[in-house]
């Protein structure tokens, strides 16, 4: 069958070339460290921003900043891995609650800066404000991920006669090319033979069917 990818017995060996997977992840990976010091540059550019429009900024202007930066983060996290998490009706709840949380958390750490060391209002903003976005993306690892039951399911769903992508599972069976259109790799024939759930070498995937 013509303009699908299946699998069939072994033919000649190809090279091993893991870059491509390899690079997209490292990408990712190094895009979610980035958000830390993306988001404390954002922070110091508004607060510049504010203060040379006269004076140090109000209290008032300083919990804006805090929201625009929470926007900020929600968006940039959300996004990197949005692609790669199981929307299950629970993780969707999971993000939200664990956001609200974060946010009381961050308050009662502005109460007790406020009243428990008597500081200033605009340090209990600061240091208050601080906490709801690290607590929360720290909170989304553990919502956002996939659970050994989720991935026996999405394996066994799979069944025997599918390509799954070795990146993000999406199933690629019937594709014409081996890129998935889910995450984006690119794979050579390698990658989506030894990246297949409990599959051995004994099997190639061949791609239009003109090997
Ligand atoms: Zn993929």
Redesign the pocket.
Known sequence: MAAALHLRPMGAGGKVDNMGIMTRLVARLILAMLILPLSGSLFVLLIAVIASQGGPPEVYQLAIVWVIVYVFIAVYWVLLWCNLVCWTHDRMRGTIVSGLIALLLGYLIALVVRFAFGGPVFASVLFGGGLPPIAWVLATVLIWRETAEERMARITAAGTDTVL?P??G?NMTGLREAR?P??G?VFTIDQLVSGQPQRDASVLVDVDGSE
């Open positions: 992508c990146n993000c999406y998935c889910e995450c790799s």
